[in-house]
C-alpha cells in the first residue's frame, strides 16, 4: 500500500476517522460518562484500568487534572491505538525509530520539578492546535485537547518513558522524549510503506 504517513492524505484521514467512528469522538454531553468513566463522586472521576491499561496516570492521586479536564481525553482502546500507530509510524517502539523518519529541529531539557517554566516549551509547540494525538507506545492511546497537554505535560510524559510520542497532526510534527530530554521533530514523508 503506498500510503504517505503525515503527509494525511484524505485515504489516511477517512482511515483515522473510520478507526475512531465508534462513538467514542465528538463533544462531550453534560453529565455523559463515556464507557470506562466512572464517578465516585462529582470532583472526582475513576478510569478503567482493566479497559485502558495507561488510566493508572490520570487515577494517581498526583496527577493534577481536574474532573473536568479528564473528562476531555478520549481514550482508544489498544485494537484502536495499535491500528492507529500502524497507520503513522514505521516503526513498533520508539526506541527503534529509524532516523529516516524525522528531523529533530529542536531538543530541550525540561525539568519535571519546574512544571511551569516547562510548559512553555508545549506551549510554544502546540500554538493554533486543538487536539493531538497521545501515544504511550503502540497499544496505549488518546485524543488530548492541546491546552491539557500544555497544563498538565508531566502527567502524560514522565522520566522514565521511552514510549511516549505527541503526534501533532495538522503540523506533521511529532514530541517525543528519552529521561528529560524532549525533541520537537518533523515527520518526513514515507513511502511505500
Known amino acids: 500500500m503506498n500510503t504517505t504517513p503525515m ?10 476517522i473510520s478507526l475512531m467512528s465508534n462513538g467514542k469522538t465528538g463533544v462531550w454531553v453534560k453529565n455523559l460518562v463515556a464507557p470506562g468513566i466512572y ?7 475513576i478510569l478503567d484500568e482493566k479497559k485502558y491499561p495507561i488510566a ?7 496527577c493534577s487534572l481536574s474532573f473536568k479536564e479528564k473528562r476531555q481525553i478520549v481514550f482508544l482502546g489498544a485494537e484502536e491505538s495499535e491500528n492507529l500507530w500502524n497507520v503513522i509510524f514505521p516503526f513498533d517502539h520508539l526506541m527503534n525509530m529509524n532516523s529516516s523518519f524525522c528531523f529533530v529541529t529542536e531538543e530541550k531539557k525540561l525539568d519535571f520539578d519546574h512544571h511551569q517554566e516547562s510548559s512553555l516549551f508545549f506551549k510554544n509547540k502546540l500554538v493554533d492546535t486543538s487536539s493531538i494525538f497521545f501515544f504511550w507506545g503502540k497499544k496505549a492511546s488518546a485524543i488530548v485537547p492541546a491546552d491539557l497537554l500544555v497544563k498538565s505535560w508531566s502527567d502524560f510524559f514522565y522520566p522514565s ?3 511516549s510520542i505527541a503526534l501533532i497532526v495538522n503540523r506533521q510534527k511529532i514530541i517525543y ?3 528529560e530530554s524532549f525533541f520537537y521533530a518533523g515527520i518526513v514523508e514515507q513511502q511505500n510503506r
Do not use: G
Not at 493508572?56 to 498526583?62: A, L, M
Open 161 to 163: 518513558d521511552e514510549t
Open 7 to 16: 503527509n494525511l492524505t484524505q485515504q489516511t484521514h477517512q482511515r483515522i
Open 177 to 179: 522524549s528519552y529521561e
Open 56 to 62: 493508572w496516570r490520570f487515577n494517581s492521586k498526583d
Open 39 to 45: 464517578f465516585m463522586n462529582r470532583k472526582s472521576v
